[in-house]
């Protein structure tokens, strides 16, 4: 708002042009440092968001990276840990071989230990078998059947497992070979 003195449109007076033309170009002035500062405003925002943009690029970038070591640190630690559970099968295969006059029952004994090591090695690590009883009924996401044959059970049932198969945090690692009973 302005003052009735030093507005000439205030008055009603009439106004000379060097008035007009002064009053013009103090308003122009005024417009144009407006823009100025409006300008230098909206360059320091730009130029704060550039810095916000390439700081959450580089995050984004390492955290990227670091997501990548931790996926290839878990998959060598995973093996490792899986070889690990295996070593104590291992020795106590090579122990039983090193005894030269052992008596079949003591090979039967070792090799039953030394079964039961490995099983509960894999159990450790999710790996469990798929051994169906016979009369199962045939499961085609667990069981691969190599043949079927006559059987006094209900047909598409399992009669004999040939093969056990594995499952590995509940995925099939192999799936159990097995003998099916053929439709009467």
Known sequence: MSHPAQDPHATGAPVSPEEAEAALAANQHEAEQAMAD????????????ADQFLRAKAEAENARRR?????????????ESFAESLLAVADSLEAGLAIKDATPEQIREGA???LKQLNSALARHKVLPIAPAAGDKFDPHHHQAISMVPAEQEANTVVAV?????LIAERVLRPALVTVAAPK
Request: proline residues 0%.
């Open 112 to 114: 039953d230990a030394t």
């Open 38 to 49: 409006e300008l230098a405003t909206l360059k320091a925002q730009n130029t704060d968001l």
């Open 67 to 79: 997501a990548e070591e931790e996926v290839s640190k878990a998959r060598k630690f995973a093996v």
């Open 162 to 166: 040939l093969q056990k198969g594995y």
